[in-house]
């Protein structure tokens, strides 16, 4: 069986099927990251302005501009969210998944194999007010 491979900033990453685990198109459960690839690592981003004011009380809206400033940070390192690998998800746990990801999942579309992506619903978040933040892992060619 051949395994899905996912073409990021020039670089072919694998994303095997792994035997016993579901296979999914929204998610991937292993990638691999050619040898001398630049490893970029973006912190939690939250749903908040450039003054670190939360933009709204609605999790889509909160969770659109989360993405979007992890976009920002990930140009800062010279990538973009097609160049991301992996996404971790925080979502507070009073917080509509649905809305959430409705509002995220057209600007995280790709072709190819889906990223992997880690969810949980949390008590809390460092940010008062926030519903969401998301932290992404990204990989460019050498």
């Known amino acids: 069986m051949s395994e899905p491979v996912a073409t990021l900033a020039g670089m072919s990453i694998s994303y095997p099927q792994v ?11 292993v990638a691999v990251i050619p040898p001398g690839s630049t490893m970029i690592h973006v912190g939690g981003q939250n749903g908040v302005d ?8 609605d ?3 909160q969770s659109a501009r989360a993405v ?7 140009a800062a390192a010279g990538a973009t969210l ?3 690998v992996s996404w971790t998800v925080l979502l507070h746990q009073d917080a509509d998944l649905r809305a959430a990801y409705g509002a995220v999942g057209p600007k995280l579309a790709r072709e ?10 949390v008590a809390g978040l460092g ?10 892992v990204a990989a460019l060619a050498p």
């Open 112 to 121: 190819g194999a889906a990223p992997l992506v880690t969810a949980a619903l």
């Open 68 to 74: 979007d400033n992890a976009a920002a940070a990930l």
């Open 127 to 136: 940010v008062p007010g926030a519903l969401v933040e998301i932290g992404a």
């Open 50 to 57: 450039e003054t670190g004011a939360v933009v709204s009380d």
């Open 19 to 29: 035997p016993g685990l579901v296979n999914s198109p929204a998610f991937s459960h």
């Open 82 to 84: 097609a160049d991301v």
């Open 59 to 61: 999790v889509a809206v």
